[in-house]
């Protein structure tokens, strides 16, 4: 049996790994997809746990995790297009209409 | 001015009034727990008629039958002055019963106002100091109280008539009834104050009031600044004062009457220097609040105010306040019952002052034309012989005399009974003649078309002359008031004023050759009184008019006439008759406990005082009291008549004693005295001696660069900190701005680096 | 032994993904990556989840990420999405390096860990949690999803009039 406190650890680095990523780019489709990194590690933490306590409930939750990121993709690539119609191009930095 | 018929109808508002006393007696309240109503009424009428002025401003019901406020004021000072009564009676027929009473006095606490624990020295806490809020009731007070409320109550009758005629005041007389109530206020509660911090409360509400009420014609320069000057002058006498308090709960460790007088001495360890040094801080708030020398200059200018401000105020209540806080030292130095020895220094410095403002003021008085003016003088002056029989009260207490130091103390409180009762109605009776004057005046303009009538001054007294026929009972009220103040044998002043410059003489003589000063000043006052009242009375009643105006003047309105009678009777008879019925003593009663009020019959009683007055026994003092009449009765008026005097014109009746006194006036000849008047005496006294050019001089030297130096370090320091701050903080919050990039990446970052920051947070926090 | 290469093989997908120079290969680093997680749960006992992984993130989400890549080309060329690297990124790269390290050490020595590891669920289980007690959530999230999809094709609408004319089939 895998301890269940490695599957978090491995959780942990993806974490940082995609939150590192979020910062770097400004390409919004990297950030979208480091954003799912991190969905994934939260996930890996869920399941850990479940396997510890032997408890149903954390499978549940990463299932709702994994559906809800699911829907946020599709609704964030949609903006994204949006966004991409309005200035061009999909940079982030190009996206300043909230300067002062 | 509708009929008297009419007038009388406003008057309803007065009954229930009257009937409240009567209806807490019943329900069997004692007199001393309902004393709160004498200063509550004036209290809660104050709002009452600021508030409704404000709002009916102009609406007819208002202005004629409320007499904008008037009727309002009346009825809550005839509360006072019931309640007040009521008070007196109780305690009069109380008094006969407890003839050997301790203290004599009542006093009634309601509750602790301000209660605190004191740190002490070894870092303990002590037993709570209490302030609190009641009552303090004896002789003093109670002839304090009846002559304020009743004069305040009269005065608001008068001024119906007189600032409810005066076109000028239009709409703007729910002010001056307002102020005129909270004023009351203040005087009542000052003299019902059973602590000192009370007392000094009440003393600046006087002060306040005093100077909105100077200030009442308030678009008139000379009038805004008199109302300045008379703040600011009783000012600096109130700084004395609170330092005076200061060094009393320093001393006493309490502002409480019942803690002090209790034991002045504390068993003989007060320190007599340091209790010296507070008596005399209140005595130069006494001489600031009183208008004495050297702090009296506000006085004349403060009749720029109406007449009725000035009949209340500045005769006959509020400078009687510094009197009273006098009156209160009694029982430091009172050596017979608990008080402090070695401030014989006390009393001297008070005579002394009360002395020189006499004949300083009375000197004054001789040039001064206009009437209300004499008046004010003729005010400083008298109450400065009462300051000197104060002073020389306590000095003989000091010295353990306390049969004599009685006599004087209550021969000077009775003094301040007659002045205020025929001050305030020379003033009323003043107000009455300029009243018709001006009225005359601008009846006999009328179809002019309006060329400038600015010029014509009503009071003074050099377009007057001859009024003595027009106006019986004014000529009548002012000439009983006038020779009560100058003491004529048998009326009013006399008795009182006896009493002060024999027992004057007789400190000198036998005991203190300090006390001659005052003694000769107060003798030859006396006299100058004489001179100059008459003066008064015959320039404006007696001889030829001077002024074309004086044809068209008549009476006034019963609204003035009426007090005018009431307090001429008083002042004619009332001094005789108090004093036989002992009210010297009754006065000096609170600190003197072994004497009873006098309970020989009647007619004894008035023999021995005829026989006291004008045949004392000390051979001594019966040369000076037959000097003082004298010098008063004599001597000054034949002066005053030979200069001003004179028949009144054909054809003009009379009241046929007053004829015959101006026909009298004319027959000791007549005496020039223009030279005199252009001499340089004459001219410093008509300015007043310079002490406000003197004053003045040394403000502007140092108060106004004083002055525009915190000006300036206002404007520069202050705001410059200020602005620097300001500027500063702007350059800052550019500098943050440049963190709002707009760039989304740039967002996800400190949004990031916020969320971390809570976990670490938190984490380290539960971890 | 398994789960090192397991793991190992989550973690260079992901610093392949963060690190690469191109958006087409980013993507296709990430792809490895949920491979590998799902490899993660099969080795957790948690067959569903792995299922549940692949078909979901693989077939569905990843489609979408490319759709997106291929519709936001102007040129050829432009695919280039290198990391930005000044001052603060890389104060901020070195301070996740530090909390990565920090929070892997903490996770390992938790007390929870402590206690003994009670066997897994099985899928039996799993599906009767979400069918009975949770039920209120499995239907909002259908609705959720439905939802999304609707925003979605709003957000993207297409305004141009020969769009629309075309959508009309009105003649050209």
Redesign the interface.
């Known amino acids: 049996m895998i301890e269940p406190s490695w599957i978090a650890a491995l959780g942990a680095i993806l974490f940082g790994v995609g939150l590192l990523g979020t910062f770097y780019h400004k390409n919004a489709i990297v950030v979208l997809m480091c954003i799912e990194l991190m969905l994934n590690a939260a996930n890996l933490n869920f399941v850990a746990a479940a396997l510890h306590y032997g408890d149903v409930n954390g499978w549940v939750f990463t299932a709702i995790a994994i559906a809800i990121a699911a829907a946020e993709v599709a609704i964030g690539l949609a903006i994204l297009l949006s966004l991409y119609s309005t200035q061009g191009t999909i940079s982030l930095d190009a996206a300043r209409e909230l300067r002062n | 001015m509708g009929g008297t018929g009419n007038e009388y109808r406003l008057l309803m508002p007065l009954i229930p009034a009257l009937l409240i006393v009567p209806v807490l007696a019943l329900a069997g309240f004692e007199s001393v727990e309902v004393a709160f109503l004498i200063v509550l009424a004036p209290l809660v009428s104050f709002p009452i008629i600021l508030i409704s002025g404000q709002l009916y401003n102009g609406n007819k019901t208002w202005k004629h039958s409320l007499k904008e406020g008037g009727v309002i004021a009346l009825s809550a000072l005839l509360v006072s002055l019931t309640t007040a009564s009521w008070i007196v009676i109780d305690y009069i027929r109380g008094a006969r019963e407890i003839t050997k009473d301790a203290s004599g006095r009542t006093a009634a606490s309601w509750w602790d106002w301000i209660s605190f624990d004191v740190l002490l020295s070894d870092y303990s806490l002590s037993s709570e100091r209490v302030i609190g809020v009641g009552v303090w009731i004896d002789s003093v007070t109670l002839m304090l109280l009846f002559v304020a409320t009743f004069l305040c109550f009269l005065i608001c009758w008068f001024s119906l008539g007189y600032m409810n005629t005066d076109p000028i005041n239009e709409n703007r007389n729910h002010r001056f009834y307002a102020e005129f109530v909270l004023f009351a206020m203040g005087m009542f509660g000052m003299v019902l104050a059973d602590n000192f911090l009370w007392l000094f409360i009440f003393w600046e509400i006087m002060g306040l009031c005093s100077y909105l009420l100077i200030g009442f014609y308030f678009w008139k320069e000379s009038a805004a600044y008199a109302a300045k000057k008379a703040f600011l002058t009783t000012r600096v006498g109130d700084v004395f004062l609170m330092v005076g308090l200061l060094i009393l709960y320093d001393i006493y460790g309490s502002l409480e009457f019942s803690v002090i007088f209790e034991d002045p001495s504390i068993g003989g360890t007060v320190d007599s220097d340091k209790l010296f040094w507070a008596l005399i801080m209140l005595f130069i708030g006494a001489v600031g609040k009183s208008a004495q020398f050297p702090l009296h200059v506000w006085l004349p200018d403060a009749m720029e105010g109406p007449t009725p401000v000035s009949a209340l105020i500045h005769a006959a209540t509020m400078v009687n306040a510094g009197l009273y806080l006098v009156a209160r030292m009694v029982p430091f130095v009172d050596i017979g019952g608990n008080g402090v020895a070695g401030l014989d220094d006390l009393g001297l410095i008070v005579a002394y002052i009360g002395g020189i403002t006499a004949f300083m003021a009375a000197s004054i008085a001789f040039v001064q034309n206009d009437i209300k003016k004499v008046l004010a003088y003729s005010t400083m002056s008298q109450l400065a012989y009462i300051f000197t029989g104060l002073g020389v009260s306590l000095w003989f207490y000091n010295h353990g005399k306390t049969d004599a130091a009685t006599l004087v103390f209550g021969g000077s409180m009775f003094h301040l009974f007659n002045h205020a009762m025929a001050k305030g109605m020379l003033f009323m009776a003043s107000g009455s003649v300029i009243h018709e004057v001006h009225h005359a005046h601008d009846h006999l303009h009328e179809g002019d078309d309006g060329h400038d009538h600015h010029d014509f001054d009503p009071q003074d007294m050099r377009n007057m002359g001859g009024l003595a026929s027009k106006m019986p009972v004014t000529s009548a009220a002012m000439l009983i008031g006038s020779m009560s103040i100058i003491g004529i044998p048998l009326i009013g002043g006399f008795w009182s004023k006896e009493a002060i410059v024999a027992k004057t003489w007789k400190a000198s003589l036998d005991y203190e050759p300090l006390m001659m000063g005052p003694a000769i000043l107060v003798l030859l006052t006396a006299g100058m009184t004489g001179f100059y009242m008459s003066r008064m009375w015959l320039m404006t009643f007696a001889g030829e008019p001077k002024h074309q105006v004086i044809e068209h003047v008549h009476e006034s309105t019963p609204w003035i006439k009426e007090p005018l009678l009431i307090l001429s009777v008083i002042s004619a008879l009332g001094g005789f008759g108090l004093s036989v019925l002992g009210i010297v003593k009754w006065l000096a009663k609170p600190y003197n406990y072994d004497l009873g009020i006098n309970e020989q019959s009647v007619i004894e009683q008035v023999i021995y005082e005829l026989e006291h007055a004008f045949l004392p026994d000390d051979p001594n003092l019966r040369i000076v009291g037959w000097t003082t009449i004298f010098l008063s009765l004599v001597i000054g008026p034949i002066f005053a008549a030979r200069v001003h005097g004179g028949g009144l014109a054909d054809g003009q009746r009379a009241n046929p004693l007053i004829s015959w006194i101006a026909t009298l006036s004319g027959k000791f000849g007549s005496q020039d005295v223009t030279e005199m008047s252009q001499s340089s005496l004459s001219e410093a006294l008509q300015n007043r001696l310079y002490f406000d050019h003197y004053y003045e001089l040394a403000l502007s030297k140092t108060v106004i660069p004083l002055a525009a130096l915190a000006a300036w370090f206002d404007k520069r320091v202050v705001d410059g900190i200020i602005r620097r701050v300001e500027s500063n903080s702007v350059l800052g919050s550019v500098q943050i701005?440049r963190i709002?990039?707009?760039?989304?990446?740039d967002?996800?970052?400190m949004a990031?680096?916020g969320a971390?920051s809570i976990f670490a947070l938190a984490?380290g926090v539960s971890? | 032994m398994l789960f090192v290469i397991v793991s190992g093989a989550a973690v260079a997908g992901a610093i392949g993904c963060v690190f690469s120079g191109r958006v087409a290969h980013s993507l296709l680093w990430l792809m490895f990556t949920f491979f590998a997680v799902a490899g993660a749960f099969l080795m957790a006992a948690a067959e569903m989840l792995a299922a549940i992984q692949i078909l979901v993130y693989l077939g569905s989400v990843m489609l979408v990420v490319q759709f997106g890549v291929m519709l936001t080309r102007r040129r050829i060329q432009d695919v280039e999405s290198l990391p930005t690297v000044n001052a603060l990124s890389a104060v901020s790269g070195i301070g996740v390096f530090a909390l990565i390290l920090i929070l892997v050490r903490a996770l390992m020595e938790h007390p929870m860990w402590g206690d003994e590891a009670a066997g897994s669920p099985t899928t039996l289980e799993f599906a009767d949690a979400i069918f009975n007690d949770w039920t209120m959530a499995t239907i909002i999230l259908g609705a959720l999803l439905a939802m999304a999809m609707v925003g979605a094709s709003y957000l993207v609408r297409d305004e141009r009039l020969i769009n629309l004319l075309w959508d009309m089939g009105a003649e050209e």
């Open positions: 701005r709002t990039t707009g760039r989304a990446s967002y996800i970052l990031a680096i971390l984490w971890g």
